[in-house]
């Protein structure tokens, strides 16, 4: 079985790798959550033991929902008599997404009524609602016209782990709180000796988590004491007895052995109080040592290693003091140089505040806060590596200001639609003529990939070496990346005027996701990486068209849109290149989302020849061919020559009410309508292809639909 576990954006592939050590068979991220295949011990497992997930979503009924009627009978078609007493009270939770039922609230609401109509009708009985504390909390998820009916098997939300009995004014998530320690490495670091540290602990919520962790206590234990989860019908009670009696042993044998290692401090004698009031009620008060205290006045800390795990205090508006948060750089470099930092700032200006270099950056959300969780390991860097460290210049300040103010333009977008691989720059100063691109891999590191683009041949070569080193001086200041992390492609001169110089072959593969699609790329050996970062939205479109239909992908590269086709549900998919490096690297990508068997077809050929050959019919055709070829292989290839003759066997390959997108990047290119309507109707939407970190450059490719003409 197949079932969805939520958590906070940010933590989805934390969770991912969580649920997979807790026993199930497979877990992949997806938004706010991750889809995991497992049994149901499994997933009660995870609502015992996980540290990361809000809820675990056990799915009892998918069916299609394009209106208020659908979802009614859907609901109704239910046997809820083999989930339900009627004598146990429910909750509904929704969430929905499209243009067909846009009010989460009244979807709950008609959930609600099909549940109780049917069990009133089959039992002359109908459960009460309870809210707050059912018997039964059930979810509803409408989306893509599609409805999914879960149980709830934790009953409300895991992040309460049920020792809470004071907090301060923003107290940190439980959730939340173990991705920190858990970025931070605490787990380990325990393991091998080292001291937990908090100087501005507040409630104390990190280092109770954190004592917790250590002492191997299961985070549903406290919560839920002996009473069960849930009173869903389906639930395996003696299953769940078992896991609870493990989970005692654990729990005891854990207590028992815990270490005295964990120091808190607070300037705010009120935060302290409440600490101490949450220590003792999570029983774990005797292992950690809480102060009043000014972080400036942090003692040098006697253990050579450790982990400092801080949330300092911001606001839903981000208004902090950025020199409270120098005083912390300042004071963990002196009290804790050694040690790993694991810091939750409010966002990225504010994290660069403290002075501290980051290794490793990740985007969490505290709520609905967007926050910066920085990884220092060590705290102070080498004094060799700390020298090095220099001012920026004049166009290197202009170059890193520059993006700074792409990143806030482009960062509500890319929440919304979750993009962690996206174009931040591209010649947005002229003298500084690159294209710089953020990689964002599924470990949530930061890579950067810049293309120099030609100069003007009256600027000297000097110049244009000097103006690229200062921008990629200001890209790496602004990402905080090492220059292993940057991949930079150069324009030399050689025979036959400008061109790209000799590449890397460091045969270096990055995983990064695009939608629900995990996919790989590679920045350094090749002129592309293997995914056109253009194409997003066009790739998404077809996606979603290609549902229970066949996908053709005519010169496909490596693949991405026959990968996003066939996670989207599609029933074939055909891809077509002549390439063997390319299909292997597709083959990869299939292997990465577990797609494979003889629905899903690679043809090495040429694409033209193989089109002409073939009589099969395909619903999603897409062919975005290259602008010239001359392979041996195959015969040469000019896009604006061969275009007609090249639709034209594509619109022969159409299924009746078959599509066909057409797009290249030939900056040159004119369409030859006048051929094309002797047997298409074509549809120029270029527009709509080009997403917002490319509206600089609208002209980065063209995009057609097209359908036979009957």
């Given at each position: 079985m197949k079932f969805f576990a939520s958590c906070g954006?940010?933590?989805?592939?934390?969770?991912?790798?969580?649920?997979?050590?807790?026993?199930?068979?497979?877990?992949?991220?997806?938004?706010?959550?991750?889809?995991?295949?497992?049994?149901?011990?499994?997933?009660?497992?995870?609502?015992?033991?996980?540290?990361?997930?809000?809820?675990?979503?056990?799915?009892i009924a998918e069916f299609a929902c394009p209106d208020e009627h659908a979802l009614y009978a859907g609901v109704a078609a239910v046997d809820w008599t083999q989930h339900l007493d009627p004598a146990h009270s429910i909750a509904v939770d929704a969430h929905v997404s499209g243009d067909a039922i846009t009010h989460a609230r009244y979807a709950a609401q008609r959930v609600k009524d099909g549940i109780v109509d049917t069990l009133r009708a089959k039992t002359g009985a109908r459960p009460d609602v309870d809210v707050e504390s059912p018997d039964v909390r059930i979810n509803l998820v409408v989306r893509k016209g599609q409805a999914?009916?879960?149980?709830?098997?934790?009953?409300?939300?895991?992040?309460?782990?049920?020792?809470?009995?004071?907090?301060?004014?923003?107290?940190?998530?439980?959730?939340?709180?173990?991705?920190?320690?858990?970025?931070?490495?605490?787990?380990?670091?325990?393991?091998?000796?080292?001291?937990?540290?908090?100087?501005?602990?507040?409630s104390g919520t990190l280092l109770i988590e954190g004592a917790l962790m250590a002492a191997d206590v299961a985070p549903g234990l406290m919560r839920l004491g002996d009473a069960l989860p849930t009173r869903w019908a389906g639930f395996d009670v003696e299953a769940w007895k078992a896991l609870q009696i493990e989970a005692i042993e654990r729990e005891s044998k854990g207590r028992a052995a815990l270490r005295p290692c964990f120091t808190g401090s607070d300037l705010d004698p009120h935060a302290i109080r409440a600490a101490r009031e949450n220590a003792q009620a999570a029983g774990v008060d005797d292992a950690i040592s809480f102060a009043v205290r000014d972080v400036a006045d942090l003692p040098v800390q006697d253990n050579r290693r450790g982990v400092v795990a801080c949330n300092p205090p911001y606001d839903a508006r981000l208004a902090a003091d950025p020199a409270l948060y120098r005083a912390l750089g300042d004071a963990l470099k002196r009290a804790t140089p050694n040690w790993c930092a694991s810091l939750l700032c409010g966002d990225f200006e504010l994290a660069r505040a403290t002075g501290l270099r980051a290794q490793k950056r990740y985007q969490l959300f505290n709520g609905p806060i967007e926050c910066s969780l920085i990884v220092c390991d060590p705290v102070a860097l080498p004094v060799r590596e700390e020298t090095r460290k220099r001012e920026l210049g004049e166009g290197a300040q202009m170059v890193a200001n520059r993006i700074r103010k792409n990143l806030d333009k482009l960062k509500r977008w890319r929440q919304q639609e979750g993009v962690s691989c996206f174009r931040a720059y591209d010649a947005d100063i002229p003298e500084y003529a690159c294209a710089v691109d953020v990689y964002t891999t599924t470990d949530d590191e930061i890579w950067l990939h810049v293309q120099e683009y030609a100069a003007p041949t009256e600027i000297p070569e000097a110049t244009t070496r000097k103006r690229l080193n200062e921008l990629l001086a200001g890209a790496r200041e602004v990402f905080e990346v090492p220059k292993e992390r940057v991949a930079v492609k150069t324009r030399s001169t050689g025979k036959g005027g400008s061109k790209y110089g000799r590449f890397d072959q460091r045969s270096e593969f990055l995983h990064v996701a695009e939608g629900a699609a995990t996919l790989r790329v590679n920045l350094f050996d090749y002129l592309d990486t293997g995914l056109f970062l253009d194409h997003r939205p066009l790739r998404a479109r077809m996606a979603l068209e290609a549902g229970g239909r066949h996908f053709?992908?005519?010169?496909?590269?490596?693949?991405?849109?026959?990968?996003?086709?066939?996670?989207?549900?599609?029933?074939?998919?055909?891809?077509?290149?002549?390439?063997?490096?390319?299909?292997?690297?597709?083959?990869?990508?299939?292997?990465?989302?577990?797609?494979?068997?003889?629905?899903?077809?690679?043809?090495?050929?040429?694409?033209?020849?193989?089109?002409?050959?073939?009589?099969?019919?395909?619903?999603?055709?897409?062919?975005?061919?290259?602008?010239?070829?001359?392979?041996?292989?195959?015969?040469?290839?000019?896009?604006?020559?061969?275009?007609?003759?090249?639709?034209?066997?594509?619109?022969?390959?159409?299924?009746?009410?078959?599509?066909?997108?057409?797009?290249?990047?030939?900056?040159?290119?004119?369409?030859?309508?006048?051929?094309?309507s002797a047997f298409a109707a074509v549809e120029d939407i270029s527009a709509s292809t080009i997403p917002p970190d490319f509206a600089r450059n609208p002209r980065i490719h063209r995009a057609w639909r097209i359908v036979r003409r009957d």
């Open positions: 954006k940010g933590l989805e592939y934390l969770l991912a790798d969580e649920l997979v050590a807790l026993g199930c068979t497979r877990a992949t991220a997806a938004v706010a959550g991750a889809n995991a295949e497992g049994e149901l011990a499994d997933a009660q497992r995870a609502v015992l033991w996980s540290r990361l997930a809000s809820r675990v979503l056990w799915p999914t009916l879960s149980i709830d098997l934790g009953g409300g939300s895991l992040h309460r782990r049920g020792w809470r009995r004071a907090q301060g004014e923003a107290p940190l998530k439980e959730n939340l709180a173990a991705a920190v320690l858990l970025r931070g490495g605490w787990p380990q670091a325990y393991a091998d000796g080292g001291d937990l540290l908090d100087p501005m602990c507040g053709l992908n005519l010169f496909c590269y490596t693949g991405v849109a026959s990968v996003q086709a066939a996670v989207q549900g599609a029933a074939q998919t055909t891809s077509v290149d002549l390439s063997a490096t390319y299909l292997e690297w597709l083959a990869d990508n299939l292997r990465e989302n577990n797609i494979g068997g003889t629905r899903h077809r690679i043809a090495q050929a040429d694409a033209l020849k193989w089109l002409e050959a073939d009589r099969g019919e395909y619903d999603v055709i897409f062919c975005d061919p290259p602008t010239f070829s001359n392979s041996k292989r195959a015969d040469d290839f000019d896009v604006q020559r061969d275009h007609v003759r090249l639709l034209r066997a594509g619109t022969e390959r159409l299924a009746p009410g078959g599509v066909l997108y057409f797009s290249n990047n030939f900056r040159r290119f004119r369409l030859d309508e006048a051929a094309l």
